[in-house]
């Protein structure tokens, strides 16, 4: 630890405008992948995002425990897997490696915990069985329904808009099964060809929510300083996973604050495999440096959308040559290196800390180079 991290700043930090200081270790849940397929720009900006941010309480004197999980429990996962005739968990572990290469490469710190799916399935049975003690949720043929009717109120939503965005991620908010439409699965059956685990209720899985919710109480319990993850996710995905756990535990706020990480596009239309416009890590680094790609992921407000143009590319490769040609410089005042620590601490101003490394140079450049990970 440098000494900003002895002088300590962990009561200066700030997060989406708002103080957030911190005791350690700082506890960060990060969404992870479904690994079915390669890492693109959208997913490396969330997690690159993610590392930064652990970077810069590291730097402000905090401990960080992060949990990153992968979601290998989904039926997109078991459709492709199928598709490609493997079994749901080997294609799986082969995903995660591909993904694990594209975050080395970029630097991206390995998480203290990346617990799977897989693994936490006996966690959700509980999660259920404690939601169901508390009548926030009710069994019907085979499915445990988590109560989730203000959770579109309390994300800030119109009843239109969270129908519009539960129907695009795989929610059925027209199931007749349902008290109403918000209510979503914990626990659900599984047919013969779909993975499946016993239960209380028959052989069955964990709903999705369910068990970013469960591994997030195994892992680090039942709060954590901040929630990371693509802004995409925020309703319906992190909305019920927060809902889940406040319920079933009675604590809350879940997240202390959350994170979430502006969306990638292209000519203006989200990344996705459907939409034929990914732009893969893997592509990139073929032809560009790896800290090329990191910065031109960093150098903006991280709560920010953005549309990706591959020239962007050219002008970071020469900002970084401008930052190491700066941090060869010898000298810099004890001022520029604080500056540099309170943008950073000052909700991830990355952009103010790269100008004032790159015009005062020396430990002040060396500084914001190191914690972002640009060396």
Not at 278 to 299: D, F, G
Request: glycine share 8%; charged share 20%.
């Amino acid at each position: 630890m440098d000494y900003h991290g002895r002088r300590g700043y962990t009561d200066r930090i700030r997060l989406g405008g708002s103080a957030l200081p911190v005791v350690s270790p700082a506890r960060l849940y990060v969404c992870g992948i479904t690994p079915y397929d390669v890492t693109h720009l959208g997913h490396a900006s969330t997690f690159v995002w993610a590392d930064a941010a652990a970077a810069v309480l590291r730097l402000a004197g905090a401990d960080t425990l992060t949990c990153r999980n992968v979601t290998d429990v989904d039926d997109v996962l078991t459709r492709a897997a199928a598709a490609h005739g493997r079994h749901f968990d080997e294609f799986a572990l082969e995903q995660e490696y591909l993904f694990g290469r594209d975050m080395a490469a970029l630097r991206v710190r390995r998480p203290e915990y990346e617990p799977r799916a897989r693994h936490h399935v006996g966690r959700v049975v509980q999660l259920a069985l404690a939601l169901l003690a508390r009548s926030c949720a009710y069994q019907r043929d085979g499915t445990v329904y988590f109560r989730g009717a203000d959770v579109p109120a309390k994300a800030g939503l119109t009843l239109e808009d969270a129908t519009e965005l539960a129907t695009e991620f795989g929610d059925q908010p027209d199931d007749p099964a349902r008290d109403d439409p918000f209510d979503v699965p914990v626990w659900r059956p599984s047919a013969d060809e779909v993975p499946g685990w016993p239960s209380p209720w028959g052989r069955g899985r964990p709903g999705w929510h369910a068990e970013c919710a469960a591994i997030a109480l195994g892992m680090l319990g039942p709060t954590v300083d901040i929630l990371a993850g693509g802004a995409d996710l925020a309703f319906p995905h992190h909305a019920y996973q927060t809902a889940m756990i406040e319920a079933a535990t009675g604590v809350g706020p879940f997240p202390r604050a959350t994170f979430p990480v502006g969306t990638v596009t292209v000519e203006g239309a989200k990344m996705a495999k459907s939409a034929g416009n990914l732009v893969l890590v893997s592509t990139l680094l073929e032809n560009h440096p790896a800290a090329a790609v990191r910065l031109l992921l960093l150098n903006r407000p991280w709560q920010q959308s953005w549309d990706f143009h591959p020239g962007e590319l050219t002008a970071r490769e020469n900002q970084l040559d401008r930052l190491y040609s700066a941090a060869g410089r010898a000298l810099t005042s004890q001022a520029a290196s604080d500056a540099v620590t309170t943008a950073l601490v000052d909700d991830l101003h990355v952009p103010a800390a790269l100008a004032i490394g790159e015009e005062s140079g020396g430990h002040a450049a060396r500084l914001v180079l190191r914690t972002l990970a640009l060396e």
